[in-house]
């Protein structure tokens, strides 16, 4: 307790054997962070130690702490002072009392004088070396507290009385103890005597320390004791003249941050642990780990909180997808006024004006989904990406669908009836549209229901092995199996739009767009088989948010890049720059061209088959072969 801690304690026998403080002294040795000996023995036993320390060539090495039994005798010391140096000793605090036994007038009692010296008389002089024996102020306070103590038992027990009364006699020791502790009177040498609760008087000590000046020895006062400690430190020397106070310890204070270990079986000594990772230093022996939401300070004695990050529009990660976006949308404008102004052309009433139209609003749509992914996340930008993420893309797969469904339709009811198929119109194509498309806003209605949009400070993500790069990361609760659901419709429409721009491969190149749109689908599914392992496969990385909006918007931008330029730059190109391309040709009837097909198949089976034997799907090499028709080159419901 007080911050000393005891490596080991070692008893001397009363009557030691031949080598017993050499024995000592390898024991002292044993642990040589520990320097400090406190010695409660006697003088001869003191100089007998501090003879087995000067055997074993330890000068200097142990500071030694002396009890009142060392004081400031010479006797322990001589012939070994430099053994001794640094030694720390204490006295109690006394004083001559003077008037009793001073050096001028002092005589024994006779019979002292002949038992002491056998002489009748004696004195002692002025020059005598006499010096009074520094507990005699105790004695005589002693005595005076007895004496106080029966005096004040006798004025309770027998009041009024002379000499003893029946109520002392005999004397009752405890009663007489009572009254002693509750004493308090000016002493012989004018200190205050008094007694604690546990019966002692208060400790008044000086401190000495034996220093060997000018190659003098001497025992120095240094500070006292009474009721706390003062000490001069300044006025202390340590051996070889050090100023510096030594350490004496088993082990080095840990650092902050640090936990202390225990040595088993030895309790003044630890080794220091290091609250590592995400923990800090709760108290001296306990490393805990921070909150979820916290890390360690740069010490580790506490926790502080984890900084938030988002996607920065001023990041690589984000100024990429805004300029592509930005160009997307600019040029998608651009077509949506080319067709406007030039709206009953040829080429875009060919192009089927109504689904054009819904193909450029999902294309926009697209393009102005990457600043919705960028945008700070909240409730509001949340439930903007779940609607308008998937939405951009299934209109635009949802137009492409109708188109690639209605030329298939065409060439498949062609070969089998000669009566048109149903729901070819324009009206019709934009309702088989919009129901395709409200199936991914019925889902995200479903979603909200379920589970309401919100945003997230995740501390999972970018949680390093290094707290100092840990970083909360604000974003949407949208979790990958979320987004799988909510782009799985679109990728369901562009895998089925894929499959009959197949089935329609052998369509007139100029026939309603069947080959540019499977080029589109084909180039579309590539971009989309590339985005998956690149964004799954990011799932661990600190960077996952960013790669992962990054590649998310880049793929949807170029899918809509793919649709803007694959349809619609041929057909502005023709408008602006040959508008002499833009004019009718001879056209014929639906009917005309669905009875042209049947009458091929059913009056010359063969001639739908190539030389290598690969069936002819392109109506108007049939019509050419059968019947010498012109070439025509649009279809139209005019």
Known sequence: SGGVCISQSVKIPREPKQGEFDKIMRRLGENTNARVVILFANEDDIRRLLHAAKK????????????????????PVENQEEMAEGAVTILPKRQSIKGKMSTAQASYDLVFLKLCAGV?????????????????????????????????????????????????????????????????????????????????????????QYQIR???????????????????????????GVRQVPTSICSQPCQP????????????????????GYQYQADTYT???????????????????????????????????????????????????????????????????????????????????????ISTPDVGICSLRRIFLGLGMSISYAALLTKTNRIYRIFEQGTMSVSAPRFISPASQLVITFTLASVQLLGVCIWFGVDPSKAIIDYEDQRTSNPVLARGVLKCDISDLSLICLLGYSMLLMVTCTVYAIKTRGVP???????????????????????????????QSTEKMYIQTTTLTISVSLSASVSLGLLYMPKVYVILLHPEQNVPKRTRSLKAVVTA??????????????????????????????????????LTES
Not at 160 to 176: E, S
Not at 257 to 276: A, L, M
Not at 316 to 325: D, G, H, Q, R, S
Request: aromatic share 12%; glycine share 8%; with cysteine.
């Open 56 to 75: 074993a060539n330890q000068t200097g090495h142990f500071i030694w702490v002396g009890s009142d039994s060392w004081g400031s005798k010479s006797a």
């Open 120 to 208: 009748n008389q004696e004195r002692i002089g002025k020059d005598s070396d006499f010096e009074q024996e520094g507990k005699v102020q105790f004695v005589i306070d002693a005595v005076y507290s007895m004496a106080h103590g029966l005096h004040n038992m006798h004025k309770e027990l027998c009041p009024g009385k002379v000499g003893l009364c029946a109520k002392m006699d005999p004397i009752n020791g405890t009663h007489l103890l009572k009254h002693i502790r509750r004493l308090n009177f000016s002493g012989i040498a004018g200190n205050p005597v008094l007694f604690n609760e546990n019966g002692d008087a208060p400790g008044r000590y000086e401190i000495y």
């Open 214 to 240: 000018n190659r003098t020895p001497e025992y120095k006062v240094i500070g006292h004791w009474t009721d706390q400690l003062h000490l001069n430190v300044r006025s202390m020397q340590w051996p070889g």
């Open 257 to 276: 941050g640090e936990r202390k270990k225990i040595v088993k079986g030895i309790p003044c000594c630890w080794h220091c642990e290091r609250c590592d």
């Open 287 to 373: 490393c805990k780990m921070c909150r979820f939401d916290l890390r360690p300070n740069e010490n580790h004695t506490g926790c502080v909180p984890i900084p938030i990050v988002k996607l920065e529009w001023s990041s690589p990660w984000a100024v990429i997808p805004v300029l592509i976006a930005v160009l997307g949308i600019m040029a998608t404008l651009f077509v949506v006024v080319t067709f406007v102004r030039h709206n009953d052309t040829p080429i875009v009433k060919a192009s089927g004006r109504e689904l054009s139209y819904v193909l450029l609003t999902g294309i926009f749509l697209c393009y102005a989904t990457t600043f919705l992914m």
């Open 509 to 539: 190149e100029t026939f309603n767009e069947a080959k540019p749109i499977g080029f589109t689908m084909y180039t579309t599914c590539i971009i989309w088989l590339a985005f998956i392992p690149i964004f799954f496969g990011t799932s």
């Open 597 to 634: 097909a049947t009458m091929s198949n059913k009056f010359n089976p063969k001639a739908g088959l190539r030389p290598n034997g690969e069936a002819k799907t392109e109506l108007c090499e049939s019509l050419e072969t059968q019947f010498g028709v012109l070439k025509w080159y649009f």
